[in-house]
């Protein structure tokens, strides 16, 4: 997730595919360096299957109840995350595009900060 302002831009490139972040973070991936019991370091590129990204510029305070709103419904809170690592979680996944779609509400400005932050990528359960 990057709520960053204006995250989920796409550059435009005339005739050809628009290319930004995201596209970086869906096909490219990012590396990361993990040890095997022997020590040894392997690199693995590790790729998001979808982003929650912001379109354009939105306000600071309006995006932050936003994303509490997104990771209240995704019972990605302390107390819930906790549960979640010791394998106490219950009940059924729930989708992250339904999670930023239901959260729209809660903006002051719900038609213009509220409207900013979409998916890209295939839907995502947790």
């Not at 790729?47 to 709103?69: E, R």
């Not at 999670?99 to 719900?110: H, I, Q, T, Y």
Request: contains cysteine; charged residues 20%.
């Amino acid at each position: 997730m990057l709520w960053g302002c204006s995250s989920g831009a796409m550059e435009e490139a005339g005739d050809f595919d628009r290319s930004g972040t995201p596209y970086n973070y869906l096909l490219g991936g990012w590396s990361a360096h993990l040890f095997n019991t022997d020590l040894n370091w392997t690199e693995t590129i590790i790729t998001s299957p979808s982003l929650v990204v912001n379109l354009w510029d939105v306000t600071d305070k309006d995006i932050d109840k936003f994303a509490q709103s997104v990771f209240s419904k995704l019972r990605l809170e302390p107390e819930t995350v906790g549960d979640r690592k010791q394998g106490k979680a219950t009940g059924k996944g729930v989708s992250v595009v339904r999670a930023v779609g239901e959260s729209r509400d809660v903006c002051k400005l719900r038609y213009l900060t509220g409207a900013a932050p979409v998916v890209y990528g295939i839907p995502f359960y947790l």
